[in-house]
């Protein structure tokens, strides 16, 4: 079932490409750019909080028995790692999307002053 959605979901995308009309794409370009200013945003703070809670969460931990300390070292190390994978996609979201539009590669893409 996952397949199919995935492969409607990739002849969709090739069908908004290939109609080539100025509107479309320069939707498309506006929307990818909306969606990478928004990630820019909002990733950094998010891996800030994490790393917060998860030095608070461990410095708790030590606090109680081994059991708790043992959960608590677990919920810090996954909220660390979810700040890592979002800094990465921070990081990654602009050349990711240049590759689905070559043409913002040079331009201004990703800020809130973009305009196709």
């Given at each position: 079932?996952?397949?199919k959605i ?7 995308t090739?069908?908004l ?5 100025s509107e ?6 506006i ?5 990478c200013v928004q990630l820019?945003?909002i990733?950094p703070i998010?891996?800030?909080?994490l790393?917060v809670?998860?030095?608070?969460i ?11 300390k043992s959960?608590?070292?677990?919920w810090a190390t996954s ?17 990711i999307l240049?590759?689905?539009v ?5 331009s201004d893409?990703?800020?809130e002053r973009f305009?196709?």
């Amino acid at each position: 079932m996952k397949t199919k959605i995935f492969a409607s979901f990739i002849l969709l995308t090739a069908l908004l490409f290939a109609q080539g009309t100025s509107e479309v794409t320069e939707r498309l370009i506006i929307g990818l750019n909306d969606i990478c200013v928004q990630l820019t945003q909002i990733l950094p703070i998010i891996a800030i909080v994490l790393f917060v809670l998860a030095a608070v969460i461990y410095g708790i931990g030590h606090v109680f028995g081994a059991e708790m300390k043992s959960k608590a070292t677990g919920w810090a190390t996954s909220m660390v790692v979810g700040a890592v994978i979002s800094l990465l996609i921070f990081l990654l979201a602009r050349p990711i999307l240049s590759v689905f539009v070559p043409e913002i590669a040079t331009s201004d893409f990703c800020t809130e002053r973009f305009y196709p």
